[in-house]
Antibody, heavy 113, light 109 residues
């Protein structure tokens, strides 16, 4: 059974970079693509982007200028960087496989000084 | 961008009754449509993909139908554990750009 686990700081200052890592266990990063999704408190789900096992990426156009997703197959991890964050980026961040057949438990990231 | 809408916003149904949730896409997504269930404090759980295929381990009381722009999730006989928020998601084109609907809250009547 594939399991995903997000990790990273729970508090980020405005204008700084949010960095999260998703560790995948019980399966390889190969063959699939790997996704980041977020959910502001009390609101709906927003797709951020994903990365294929060959390193190709696809990002939400509304976030594209600030997002980078990368892959480390040696560690079975993929990562999210979101630059120039504001309070509007406060959310639970989820990593998932493909469009969402497996999800991590989510990590709350608050943007505040 | 394909915009997803869901109706109703909130649905009140008694246990044992049938619930019907709707999802509409602003343009055709063919059968590239998934449904998720989310309970408070939990990650979403995939219920249906390909508009009508139940994900592994999902009970048969959950069924999906539709194609193109109109989709339906039906829960045939509501159990207490089914009261949650339900999201539809489209993943059309390749590589897919993914968008979610705003969700329907299914509550106990």
């Amino acid at each position: 059974q594939v399991q995903l686990q997000e990790s990273g700081p729970g508090l980020v200052k405005p204008s700084e970079t949010l960095s999260l890592t998703c560790t995948v266990s019980g399966g390889s990063l190969r063959t699939y693509y790997w996704t980041w999704i977020r959910q502001p408190p009390g609101k709906g789900l927003e797709w951020i982007g994903y990365i294929f096992d060959n390193g190709n990426t696809n990002y939400n156009s509304s976030l594209k200028s600030r997002v980078t997703i990368s892959l480390d197959t040696s560690k079975n991890q993929f990562s999210l960087n979101l630059t120039s964050v504001t309070a509007a980026d406060t959310a639970v961040y989820y990593c998932a496989r493909r469009v969402g057949d497996f999800w991590g438990q989510g990590i709350l990231v608050t943007v505040s000084s | 961008e394909t915009v997803m809408t869901q109706s109703p916003v909130t649905l009140s149904v008694s246990p044992g009754e049938r619930a019907t949730l709707s999802c509409r896409a602003s343009q055709s997504v063919y059968s590239n449509l998934a449904w998720y269930q989310q309970k408070p404090g939990q990650a979403p759980r995939l219920l249906i993909h390909g508009a009508s295929t139940r994900a592994t381990g999902i009970p048969a009381r959950f069924s999906g139908s539709g194609s193109g722009t109109e989709f339906t999730l039906t829960i045939s006989s509501l159990q207490s554990e089914d009261f949650a928020v339900y999201y539809c998601q489209q993943y059309n084109n390749w590589p897919p750009s993914i968008t979610f609907g705003p969700g329907t809250r299914l509550e106990i009547k």
